[in-house]
């Protein structure tokens, strides 16, 4: 065993991945890889907390990892697998409920109250526990690091604090994880309404660019993007949010500095620099298409099936040192 530090990273395969994704979480795993060893999961069983359409998951399960595969994440190199077939993963979640979760933490979730807003009674239980299969995933694969976007720095948080707990009351028994948040990019914004975060669940689709997205369409969708008063191309979050979101977006996906885009673009108007944001998110799209149309849905198996088998091994095992501790085995 090497004594590389352990990197534990998820993606759920609902909706359609977008830009604000990759930027946030992939495209940082990607070059994590090299340094770190890695465990990327597609946590179907998060998923499925709100209702999903069996035959629309199962093809987003596999899409998922395409994905993965497209933006650079190595089968070879990192752990590639589905959260579902590998059940030590909500057995865990049944035990941190038990054993570390308590109710004062989840009723702290600010993701779970934006996404019920009035209808929390109407809620699913599995949607109010999410927080503690996501602190299972990270904590069974003893996690160092968990690179995400900003919406999930709560809930890496309670992993950490269920983390403790939990070593305080049965002995040295997880690492201790500490999320990862990009700098810039770690939270996108909406096209149309820069006061919320892109998201794949919003019913406007207009307002994100999905990885998959016609290209056209992508290119009309930032040309129709939201801009703020005045004229100026200028790096400001408070003052010109919108503005302040494509830069960011401009430097994430064409590999560009926000500071050097704001210099050549002194004097040009928010449309020239719309046209050109455009061409560089098709660029992308379409560097990004021509990888995963080229992987077949035999690879897409096989990546599961080995992913699978060598992700059950570190979770069995550290499942069963957990068992013993608590006492059912
Ligand atoms: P999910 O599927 O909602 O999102 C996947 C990743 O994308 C990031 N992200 C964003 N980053 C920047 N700007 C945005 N607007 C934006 N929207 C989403 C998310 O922060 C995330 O990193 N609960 C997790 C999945 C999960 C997980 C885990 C993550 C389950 N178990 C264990 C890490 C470790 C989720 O629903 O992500």
């Not at 990009?182 to 309404?193: P, Q, T, V, Y």
Request: glycine share 6%; aromatic share 8%; hydrophobic share 40%.
């Amino acid at each position: 065993m090497d004594n590389k530090k352990i990197l534990f990273s998820g993606v759920q395969p609902s909706g359609s991945f977008n830009i604000a994704g990759y930027i946030g979480a992939i495209s940082q795993w990607v070059k994590m890889q090299e340094k770190y060893r890695c465990v990327f999961s597609i946590v179907d069983y998060h998923a499925i907390t709100v209702k999903q359409d069996p035959q629309t998951l199962r093809q987003q399960i596999k899409e998922m990892v395409k994905i993965y595969l497209a933006a650079g994440i190595d089968p070879n190199k990192s752990i590639i697998f589905q959260q579902s077939s590998v059940s030590a993963h909500t057995e865990l979640a049944w035990i941190l409920n038990c054993c570390g979760a308590r109710m004062a933490d989840l009723n702290k979730m600010t993701q779970f109250k934006d996404k019920v807003g009035a209808n929390q009674e109407s809620a699913s239980v599995g949607l109010f526990d999410y927080p503690v299969l996501m602190a299972a995933d990270i904590l069974l694969y003893s996690t160092d690091l968990v690179p995400v976007g900003e919406d999930q720095k709560q809930h890496v948080e309670l992993a950490r604090d269920i983390a403790k707990r939990i070593n305080n009351q049965f002995g040295d028994l997880f690492v201790v994880p500490q999320a990862v948040i990009k700098e810039e990019g770690a939270r996108i914004m909406s096209l149309l309404n820069p006061d919320n975060k892109m998201s794949k669940s919003d019913p406007n689709q207009n307002n994100s660019i999905a990885l998959l997205d016609n290209i056209d369409l992508a290119k009309k969708k930032i040309m129709k993007a939201v801009t703020d008063s005045g004229t100026e191309i200028v790096y400001d979050k408070e003052e010109k949010p919108a503005i302040a979101n494509l830069l960011t977006i401009y430097a994430q996906l064409g590999n560009r500095e926000i500071p050097r885009l704001v210099k050549d673009y002194k004097g040009k108007g928010y449309g020239d620099f719309k046209k050109d944001l455009a061409e560089v998110v098709a660029k992308f799209l379409n560097d990004f298409q021509d990888k995963y149309n080229k992987i077949s849905e035999k690879e897409v198996e096989n990546v599961l099936r080995e992913g699978a088998r060598r992700a059950e091994k570190i979770a069995k095992s550290k499942l069963d040192e957990i068992k013993k501790a608590i006492g059912v085995k």
